[in-house]
């Protein structure tokens, strides 16, 4: 049964918060997210942490200027998600835009795996470049980055997950998680740790001389592509990472986004100029990744990085199939999943690791995910590759970090695991189909020591009760617009409600008229049919809804149960 929790609110930073002209209800839920003063609300660029605090960061941007000044040729090996395609058009866009010689390449992830692997360094090394770039891959690349010195090639490895044992000889490697690095912020997505060595990049090549007085290109142009790559991967939005989003969210609501952003908001009828931290995580992030999990990302990318507005408009056409096409295909591996966990998992395990001969690599995660949500247990969904080679992906709950649990396995079952990595959230790894079994029972053996039973229960927080007087459209704006997400959640409130009207809207929705304390409200459920009693205990958001031209307040309805039963469950 769920449990619901209020957050804590610190009363000296509320007060501080409030004294600074900072909205009750808005200081009373930035303080308990940690924030005790005005100014970490400034999304201000000047305060973002600077590309000298990032370990090897310098040494990256020299090594590019010289291939640079040198004419050497660069090739950018992208991950096949959303975060490496805007690292990898982040990329592109700086570096062609600083005069260099510059292409990409993004395997499919089906024929030769994840990272740089020996497999796709021979495929690259067949366009001769001198450099390759890794974007949000390559930390744990070792055999790839010693084929590629073999052939030749020097390596530069930017990254954001989390390190094996043994590092790459890569000639530099830029990552926050990396041995040694101090920077700050260790939550930075792949497009980030990008963006930053492009910072870097900029200000050598002023130092040369590169720009003649001009200052070069304003790497501001593609805040909108870190912000949407930084979103899209379900990183912590801490303070760095909420001004990065931030910014992008600015230049795309003010209409100036790359042509493949806008044509992915447009073509799943979302309005730019209203453009929200949903809207990149649940719009316009699906849509690039659909592209990576049935065929390969170079079209996600094409999209991200051509300037034509007709092409991209045609391929996120294309894209909006594709995520079509990986809906249908998610939700009968979901059902077959949820079947096959309440016939062989049941209620007693603490994890879950399911395999189908018939489900597809490139959905496995989603639908691990949506386990991981369901059951609120770390869970892993296999898919079967090539050679008797299952590929695995799983998502963990909070109490267990993901990546560390694998490298628990990998000790405690040496040679089980053939390739692992990933963060706390979410990983991947690759075993024999004949392994599963041993898999199995050691993951759960694993979650078992590192997880206690309070962690197994699922809990809903909440920022408490919220006067219905303060329920008004500048309030709904703010919370509308805000740079919400991991770390950062967007605000919830718990109250009691009188149903005065439902009805469903759409195919699956149910629109819902309220009586509280301040008035009548407007509501919606989603994906939710149900009819309601006429008392509700609601906790719920607090949104703004538009319709032919205008806005009101409007609330979404998360979690209720009936008034007045504190026993009953929340639904």
């Known amino acids: ?17 409030e ?52 004419n050497e040729r660069l090739l950018i090996v992208a991950d096949y998600d959303c975060d490496g395609a805007t690292a990898c058009a982040v990329g592109i866009r700086a570096l062609r835009a600083f005069g260099a010689q510059v292409e990409f390449l993004v395997p499919n992830r089906f024929e030769y795996g994840y990272g740089l692997t020996p497999q796709i360094v021979d495929l690259a090394h067949q366009r001769r470049p001198d450099w390759l770039i890794t974007v949000d891959n390559g930390i744990a690349s070792v055999d790839g980055v ?20 043994q590092l790459p000889a890569a000639e530099v490697i830029v990552n926050p998680n990396q041995p040694g690095c101090g920077f700050p912020s260790k939550h930075l997505a792949g497009v980030g740790v990008m963006f930053y060595v492009m910072l870097a990049l900029r200000a050598e090549l002023r ?106 408009g045609a391929i996120a056409a294309e894209l909006d199939r594709l995520n079509r096409q990986r809906r249908e295909i998610e939700a009968t591996m979901r059902d077959q999943a949820l079947a096959a966990v309440d016939v062989d998992v049941g209620g007693e395990g603490w994890s879950i690791a399911l395999f189908d001969p018939a489900w597809h690599q490139g959905v496995i995660g989603i639908v691990a995910a949506r386990l991981k949500d369901r059951l609120h247990r770390p869970a892993f969904c296999f898919a079967r590759g090539e050679g008797g080679i299952l590929k695995g992906s799983g998502r963990s709950i909070a109490g267990l970090h993901l990546r560390d649990a694998l490298d628990l396995i990998d000790k405690r079952a040496p040679g089980l695991l053939l ?74 409130f718990v109250d009691r409600f009188e149903v005065t009207a439902q009805k469903i809207v759409g195919e699956a929705h149910s629109k819902l008229e309220l009586r509280g304390s301040g008035g009548r409200f407007a509501a919606i459920r989603f994906n939710a049919t149900d009819a309601l009693p006429s008392r509700i205990e609601a906790v719920y958001r607090v949104d703004m809804n538009s ?6 307040v409007q609330l979404t309805v998360e979690h209720w149960r009936k008034a007045g039963s504190p026993a009953e469950p929340w639904n």
């Open 1 to 17: 049964m769920p449990e619901l929790l209020t957050r804590g609110v610190p009363d000296a930073a509320r007060a501080a918060l």
């Open 19 to 70: 004294q600074a002209g900072v909205a009750p209800v808005l200081a009373r839920v930035f303080a308990a997210r940690g924030l005790a003063s005005a100014e970490e609300l400034s999304d201000d660029f000047a305060r973002l942490l600077a590309p000298a605090q990032l370990s090897c960061c310098e040494a990256a941007a020299a090594a590019l200027a010289d291939a640079i000044e040198r």
């Open 146 to 165: 010693d084929r590629a010195h073999a052939l030749g090639m020097r390596v530069l490895v930017t990254d954001h997950h989390l390190p094996g044992h």
């Open 207 to 312: 130092r040369r001389g590169r720009f003649s007085g001009s200052g070069g290109p304003n790497l501001a142009h593609w805040l909108d592509l870190v912000a949407l790559g930084t979103v899209a991967d379900v990183v912590r939005l801490d303070a760095n990472n909420r001004i990065l989003v931030s910014q992008g969210l600015r230049r795309i609501r003010a209409g100036r986004t790359v042509p493949g952003i806008a044509a992915l908001l447009r073509v799943a009828g979302r309005a730019a100029d209203r453009c929200t931290t949903y809207d990149l995580g649940f719009v316009a992030g699906p849509r690039l990744n659909a592209a990576g999990r049935l065929q390969d990302m170079s079209l996600g990318i094409e999209c991200l990085v051509t300037d034509d507005v007709a092409r991209a």
């Open 419 to 492: 390739a692992f990595g990933g963060h706390a959230a979410a990983a991947g790894l690759s075993l024999r189909e004949a392994d599963l079994p041993l898999f199995t029972e050691t993951l759960e053996s694993v979650a078992r020591s590192l997880l206690t039973p309070a962690d197994l229960s699922r809990v809903i927080e909440t920022d408490g009760s919220l006067d219905g007087h303060a329920l008004d459209l500048d309030l709904a704006r703010q919370m509308h617009e805000g740079v919400w997400g991991p770390g950062f959640p967007r605000p919830e």
């Open 547 to 552: 319709w032919q031209g205008l806005q009101s």
